[in-house]
């Protein structure tokens, strides 16, 4: 029987492992060897605000204000929550407020509304950012980065199915705006 999952956290590594599931898509893993990922895209992580807040309409975010901002962003329990922990620890800055949600959609609607700010792709809120309903900005001159696969245990051949499904999520994969932000509201693209 086949099976794909998608997730963002340690269940979908643990299924992989326990031979639960045959592929998975999602982040690469860290430290993993008995998985093998192949890269489907990249993109980066980026500050999204309502368009009415400060940052919005600077565009810019003033580094001495991060702390100062309330979050929303995603389940603590996810890789790109750790992801974000560790970005801003090397950076040496610390987020006071976080509130967690398991719900990307309502992250985006507390945003809007102008309740916090939130990390997220660009691709996960193209709609929004197109109708300029929620801003993108950078988190700062570093970025930050995750990369998108399809992963499976070590040594196992795909077969002609997941073959075909790797290959056109790879070019379903091309025409996510992965991240500048100023062209998706631009262009609508």
Request: charged share 25%.
């Amino acid at each position: 029987a086949h099976c794909l999952e998608l997730s963002d956290d340690r269940e979908l590594i643990e299924a992989l492992l326990e031979n639960r599931v045959d592929l998975a898509l999602g982040l690469e893993p860290t430290h993993e060897p008995r998985l093998e990922f192949h890269t489907l895209f990249t993109d980066e992580l980026l500050f999204l605000t309502s368009p009415a807040h400060p940052w919005a309409v600077a565009r810019r975010v003033q580094r001495d204000e991060v702390p100062t901002q309330h979050y929303i962003l995603y389940s603590k329990q996810s890789f790109t929550f750790r992801l974000v922990q560790y970005y801003f620890r090397k950076e040496q800055i610390v987020l006071n407020t976080v509130f967690e949600l398991g719900n990307m959609e309502a992250i985006k609607e507390l945003v809007k509304v102008g309740m916090g700010v939130s990390i997220v792709a660009p691709w996960i809120a193209r709609r929004e950012l197109e109708e300029g309903s929620v801003a993108a900005l950078p988190l700062g001159r570093r970025k930050l980065k995750r990369h998108w696969g399809i992963m499976h245990l070590q040594g196992r051949r795909l077969n002609l199915a997941e073959e075909t499904f790797f290959n056109l999520c790879r070019a379903t994969s091309r025409s996510l705006p992965l991240a500048d932000p100023a062209s998706i509201a631009a262009t609508g693209t």
